[in-house]
């Protein structure tokens, strides 16, 4: 079997001297959606910075399209094609929105234009407050902001941890569904997730975390028709 576009193998490593993750796998291929759901404290978020080399690993490599990524910084991931969206701070408040967009584009030397447009069909109510500062917008606007931006720098790999916090349902639904259309251009899609019955519905690949470990993968269907997972993990 061919190896996954982009691995964290058997990631084992934390913060000082105390372990979070331990020999956790995370992998997802090209134009797939893989979803890290777990208890608070399961390490989900951990795991996303160590894939992105926010965290130090002691064990345990990162590889993208083969090539052992887990010594390159998260500056040099970006500019392998990964692109990673924090759950918070993750916008210039005092910007405008199209001043944000370009602020992805920072790495790039080529014309951004049409990939500001692509951004603006992806996310049409940006391009109507494209001069307003980003501050002023609601939550879920912001979230399209900090996506937006990512996806200026052209990534293969779109990271989002909890991107649907603090939203209401609606505008969750709305989230997911343009993180299905990215996915479909091609991009790998790596998610952490609060709402882990929804995230695991637009799931190609599920990963349920318990301290750190893996305790189940599979495909998003199969962990929600799992009695256990829906016991454990869904609420019933």
């Not at 584009?105 to 391009?127: C, M, S």
């Amino acid at each position: 079997m061919s190896e996954p576009f982009l691995i964290g193998e058997a990631m084992t490593g934390g913060y000082g001297a105390v372990d979070i993750l331990h020999a956790c796998t995370i992998a997802v291929e090209p134009g797939e959606i893989a979803v890290i759901v777990g208890p608070n404290g399961a390490g989900k978020s951990t795991a996303m910075k160590a894939v992105f080399g926010m965290l130090k690993l002691r064990g345990g490599q990162v590889r993208l399209n083969g090539e052992d990524i887990s010594a390159l910084t998260p500056q040099a991931r970006v500019a392998k094609g990964m692109a990673f969206v924090p759950q918070t701070q993750n916008i210039f408040t005092s910007m405008t929105v199209e001043e944000n967009l370009e602020m992805g584009a920072f790495l790039r030397r080529d014309d951004i234009k049409g990939t500001l447009e692509q951004v603006y069909e992806l996310f049409p109510v940006l391009k109507t407050k494209r001069y307003q500062a980003a501050g002023e917008l609601s939550g879920g606007q912001r979230q399209q902001v900090a996506v937006g931006r990512a996806l200026m720098t052209q990534p293969r790999v779109l990271m989002l941890d909890e991107p649907t916090a603090g939203v209401s349902p609606i505008v969750m639904d709305e989230l997911f569904d343009r993180i299905i259309e990215v996915a479909r251009t091609g991009i790998s899609i790596l998610m952490v997730e609060q709402n882990a019955r929804q995230a695991l519905e637009i799931a190609d690949k599920g990963y349920v975390l318990v301290q750190g470990a893996n305790r189940f993968t599979d495909t998003g269907k199969a962990l929600m028709a799992d009695p256990e997972v829906r016991r454990s993990f869904l609420g019933g």
